[in-house]
């Protein structure tokens, strides 16, 4: 529980984290698929670089986030350090599902939509089972911690003017 309490204590640096989010993301395009897992920023697990539209600025805004598969698709928490806030990515997302993914070296267009049910819980143990430290992170952040799946979807459908 103290570890989920350091890493809430975490989202007090507010204007710190898209920054930083932003810097790992150009690593991860930087490196071509080369560093696959943050171990700084996800506790080694497996990260991708999600570009979504901002929903006010309507611009492109990428950051980085651990995910798990899920069958042809990617399973991302919104978990925001334990914050009692949804992060900014995930409140793009339900503005505009749309989203761009680079994983492994590879971009590939996304439609995300929100597990819920049984789905979003058996994604959310696959996630404690990978990372123990996160399993009080969701009590702590005293919201619904949201869990989305960003399924393949037709490039041809999105509009990537300014996106990076």
Avoid at 67 to 80: C, E, F, K, P, Q
Avoid at 81 to 99: F, T
Avoid at 108 to 129: C, D, H, M, N, P
Wanted: proline share 6%.
């Amino acid at each position: 529980m103290t570890l989920a309490k350091l890493l809430r204590s975490l989202t007090r640096f507010r204007r710190v984290q898209p920054q930083v989010g932003r810097l790992h993301a150009a690593l991860l395009r930087r490196t071509r698929g080369r560093i696959r897992r943050s171990r700084m920023l996800a506790g080694g697990q497996p990260v991708l670089a999600l570009t979504t539209t901002g929903r006010r600025s309507k611009t492109p805004r990428t950051t980085v986030v651990a995910y798990l598969r899920h069958g042809d698709a990617y399973a991302v928490g919104a978990l925001n350090l334990g914050s009692d806030r949804d992060p900014a990515w995930c409140v793009n997302l339900r503005a505009d599902p749309r989203a761009w993914v680079e994983v492994n070296g590879e971009r590939k267009a996304v439609e995300a939509r929100q597990a819920s049910g049984e789905e979003a819980e058996r994604l959310w143990r696959a996630f404690i089972a990978r990372l123990p430290a996160i399993a009080n992170s969701r009590k702590l952040a005293r919201r619904k911690v949201p869990m989305l799946v960003l399924a393949p979807a037709a490039a041809a459908d999105f509009d990537p003017r300014g996106w990076p």
